[in-house]
């Protein structure tokens, strides 16, 4: 089955994991490409609500899937070594990695938007960003991989990314990023000017 490009790359950085927790798996596409590409083992595929969960259930059949309704982590009482939490607001993801486990596993984070928002809650609440990718999917999507730990960041980096700034595949987006906010200065109060000309400059200079 065609699948978007973001739920591709997602699904390929699962290689190497055995237990995959998805969270929000809506139509568990993410895992059904893992699954088909023999990048994992076993998975939990989680979601809020029970239509999606059903819709995941008949893509996934034949898989070995557990499935669960569950806010967030919240009463998830499974092991898994790694957690996907994607297509979501940022602030929706900072809330669900409040009940994150303290073990070892690790993160796939894969905000829609505000992507400064998620790096700033993983520094104030001790995850490291050990990889960032971005992809283009019609629009560019930033997918952290997160671990427990602790990590220091400059300023920039909280928009740029610190290990995105290495890569050049960033640059399209950062162009991006910076002609979008060129669009919306002259329309913003003076406040929000002030954060978009320093967001500006940062994109502009990477
Ligand atoms: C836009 S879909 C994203 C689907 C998939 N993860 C992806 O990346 O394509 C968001 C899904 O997250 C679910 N969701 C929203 N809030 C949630 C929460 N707190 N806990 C679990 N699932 C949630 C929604 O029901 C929906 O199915």
């Known amino acids: 089955m065609a699948r978007s490009k973001r739920i591709e790359y997602l699904a390929n950085l699962t290689k190497g994991f055995d ?34 969960l059903n819709q995941a259930k008949t893509n996934l059949k034949g898989y070995p899937v557990e ?8 009463g998830i009482q499974r092991d898994f070594d790694l957690a996907i939490i994607a297509g979501m607001g940022a602030y929706l993801i900072t809330e669900i990695m409040n009940d994150a486990p303290q073990g070892n596993q690790t993160y796939l984070l894969q905000a829609n938007d505000k992507i400064e928002i998620l790096r700033e809650y993983l520094i104030n609440h001790e995850f490291k960003i050990v990889d960032e990718y971005v992809v283009l999917d019609k629009f560019f999507y930033v997918i952290l991989k997160v671990v427990r730990g ?19 595949e960033a640059l399209p987006y950062y162009a991006k990023k910076a002609k979008q906010i060129e669009k919306i200065l002259p329309h913003a109060d003076e406040k929000r000017q002030e954060i978009l000309k320093k967001m500006l400059k940062i994109y502009k200079n990477s």
């Open 67 to 74: 499935y669960i309704i569950a806010n967030g982590f919240k």
């Open 19 to 52: 237990r995959v927790l998805d969270i929000g798996t809506d139509h568990g596409f993410v895992l059904a490409h893992a699954f088909e590409h023999n990048l994992i083992k076993s998975a939990i595929a989680s979601d809020l609500r029970e239509k999606p």
């Open 150 to 168: 602790k990590m220091n960041l400059l300023d920039e980096d909280i928009y740029l990314g610190p290990i995105l700034k290495n890569k050049s």
